[in-house]
């Protein structure tokens, strides 16, 4: 069958339905031709057609178009693109490659595709992925649109879209198992729990088959390699067809919405799966290398701040217009809340790689892009605000961003080291505490918009493996345990990993309790790592990239072992989200203040809090007189019980109540409001390694 081919437009990029057919759109500045084949089907080794852009008729400057009658949503297609091949100009050419549209909605071929293949000299048609046609219009969102939850009323839970539902003890039918329908399934779970935002590990296509160091079994289990920045991750899908990976991540997205929790992406614009000048040739660099990625000197090499083999140019304007198009598309089209930036200090290097706005002020020009696109407004934004070549963000990230909230890591590494006994750790604490001033110091930033705070993620110990292991354990890695970082400021309690001895147990408990206590009662929008509520082990892997089994999957059957830790998590976001002491956006003030919410320091006595270096004491009170809120909490990092002397209630308050002690056993650990019991002592001695927590309500108006 012979088509009619029409010259197209220039815009929009990609692949695009109308009612007459489907216009495609590519851009390469420094290519000589272009192919574009259709496909019947996904492991096709030829194509029904191969047609030519003609540069007289098909190219407007660097954009190569036509329009093809007749085709429709399911069309599977791909590129070739003809060109030199001169690594010292930074050209690498090569019309032996399929390739895959910049602006691909669905990828497929994954049954056939083998990424070797795109690394040697022959033709990998027989082995290479393909893009699908997609109608994003065709859908039924049945009026769903993105949730409006403010960062000060947010509780996000970090988790990967396959680990969480793929362990046989998932209760999930086994087609569903590790897919976004089997989270849905999961939906209940996650509402017991209390938490308002999912932020999924990566969703965007990637390439399985880049692990580097992968022995056998072992795959790119947490998705940090990026092929298609529009396309939902295939493998995700229970369902086979071609354009199953779309419907149903909007499936879930709705399902979620319905539930009142929102979507976060974890995005990785920063590098893709092509890797190093030795890497694959899959997409971006057969296109036009030089305007996709950073460079070395020479041309030839890539320049690697992300640790993962190249470095995308994101200031590049082509690139950084295919990052905020992809931006808008997940929130118009596919309705999500949100993006976490993975190594987000990479973009805002400059054209060759040089710091530019953390350091020097200056506006990189993707991320003020994202920072004022008025499509983008609402979505939450969050950075890593670092990369691998030691750029490091925190607090000034592109220049005081009046959008980008920032993944908090000093919380994480000053609450570890506070839990663990190290010391000259109270006042760095006590900052993390109060939403981290030191770090956030302009008092026009809201405060709960700037710090994600947390103490475990996905790279690194999970929090059971924190009090569980002095040093990692990464052998199943097969890299020899040299891969993932020596810098945890973990602590055994005692023995190294699983123990049957009650007292070392007891302890990994209440250290874990305490960690929670300071996440939940901190400033700022907490974040809590899949399976942390219920122990999750990966027995001391603490950098599981590669490990698509059960070292990183949830095991359900940790929900009912550890129910009393989940039962306190769960308590303890439910107290939190029911006060307005946890829903400031800006900082407490610090001192007694009639009209504002406020916060004391305190020590083993009343206004004396110990700021000395050998202190591991730190106790506070919180006050919020408009919302008529007071709590004292207390926290006893030191390896011996110490007594407290306890402040007397405000006037017109009932008296303390004793809500959480980390020592004591279930129930008793953490109590309802009704059930707490009174204290009526002004001392309270808080046993060794534990955290306190009182609570006043103010007394009843009299008729």
């Known amino acids: 069958m012979s088509l009619k081919i029409l010259p197209g437009r220039s815009f929009p990029l990609g692949a695009t339905v109308s009612s007459q057919g489907v216009n495609f759109c590519v851009y390469s500045s420094t290519c000589s031709g272009l192919e574009l084949l259709l496909f019947n089907a996904a492991s096709d080794r030829e194509p029904t057609h191969t047609i030519a852009f003609d540069p007289h008729h098909h190219r407007s400057v660097h954009y190569w178009h036509l329009f093809v009658p007749g085709l429709k949503a399911g069309q599977i297609y791909a590129y070739r693109v003809c060109g030199d091949f001169a690594p010292e100009r930074g050209l690498r050419f090569d019309p032996t490659k399929l390739l895959l549209d910049p602006y691909a909605k669905a990828i497929v071929g994954w049954e056939t595709y083998r990424r070797t293949a ?225 190594l987000a200090a990479v973009l805002g290097r400059g054209m060759s790689g040089q710091v530019t706005g953390q350091i020097t002020g200056e506006k990189p020009p993707v991320l003020w892009a994202i920072d004022t696109d008025p499509a983008l407004i609402e979505a939450k934004m969050i950075a890593e605000a670092w990369d691998a070549a030691g750029l490091y963000g925190i607090g000034h990230f592109i220049s005081r961003s009046d959008r980008f909230a920032e993944w908090n890591g000093p919380f994480r590494d000053d609450m570890r080291r506070f839990v663990k006994g190290d010391r000259g750790m109270v006042g760095k604490v006590a900052a993390r505490i109060l939403g981290s001033p030191d770090i956030y110091e302009h008092p026009e930033q809201k405060v709960s918009e700037r710090s994600i705070n947390f103490i475990c993620c996905h790279d690194g110990f999970t929090l059971n493996d924190l009090v569980s292991y002095n040093v990692k354990h990464n052998e199943a890695n097969c890299e020899e345990n040299r891969d993932g970082s020596n810098d945890n400021h973990s602590w055994n309690c005692g023995a190294e990993g699983l123990t049957d001895q009650p007292e070392i147990e007891a302890l990994r408990l209440r250290q874990i309790k305490n960690l929670l206590m300071l996440l939940f009662l901190s400033q700022g929008t907490p974040m809590l790592l899949m399976g942390d509520e219920v122990r999750r082990s990966q027995q001391g892997n603490n950098n599981a990239y590669c490990q698509d089994n059960e070292i990183s999957w949830f095991d359900w059957n940790c929900v009912e072992k550890h129910a009393h830790v989940f039962r306190f998590v769960q308590h303890l976001i439910q107290f939190t989200q029911s006060l307005k002491l946890f829903a400031e956006d800006h900082f407490l003030y610090v001192g007694e203040y009639p009209d504002h919410p406020y916060l004391t320091w305190h020590g083993l006595k009343v206004g004396q809090p110990d700021w000395g270096s050998d202190s591991h004491t730190l106790a506070f009170m919180l006050c919020h007189p408009q919302a008529r809120e007071q709590l004292y909490v207390i926290f006893n990092a030191y390896w011996e019980a110490l007594t407290f002397e306890i402040p007397t209630v405000n006037k017109g308050y009932e008296p303390w109540r004793r809500c959480i002690d980390t020592f004591l056993d279930f129930p008793d650990d953490i109590c309802d409001w009704g059930n707490a019991p009174l204290m009526e002592d002004s001392m309270y001695q808080a046993q060794p390694r534990s955290a306190v927590l009182f609570f006043s309500k103010p007394l009843e108006t009299p008729r």
């Open 118 to 342: 795109a690394m040697q000299p022959d033709d990998n048609a027989a082995h290479a992925l393909k893009c699908v046609v997609v109608d994003p219009k065709a859908y039924d969102w049945e009026n769903d649109v993105p949730l409006q939850i403010p960062y000060s009323k947010s509780i996000i839970y970090e988790l990967h879209i396959g680990g969480f539902t793929r362990h046989p003890s998932s209760g999930v039918a086994s087609e569903k198992r590790g897919t976004y329908a089997g989270l849905i399934e999961k939906i209940p779970y996650l509402k017991q729990l209390g938490v308002t935002a999912v932020e999924l590990l990566p969703i965007h296509q990637f390439d399985d088959q880049d692990a580097d160091h992968g022995g056998p079994g072992l795959v790119n289990y947490w998705g940090y390699s990026t092929l298609g920045f529009f396309a939902p991750h295939w493998q995700y899908s229970s369902r086979q067809h071609p354009l199953s990976a779309v419907n149903e991540f909007r499936d879930m997205v709705k399902a979620l919405h319905q539930a009142g929790i929102q979507v976060i992406l974890d995005v990785v614009y920063n590098h893709t799966a092509e890797g190093n000048h030795e890497g694959p040739t899959l997409c971006f660099k057969g296109l036009d290398n030089p305007t996709y990625y950073l460079l070395e000197a020479d041309q030839t090499h890539y320049s690697n701040y992300t640790g993962c083999g190249n470095s995308v140019k994101a200031n590049h304007a082509i690139v950084a217009r295919l990052i905020v198009d992809s931006l808008r598309y997940w929130v118009d089209e596919m309705h999500v809340d949100g993006f976490r930036f993975d």
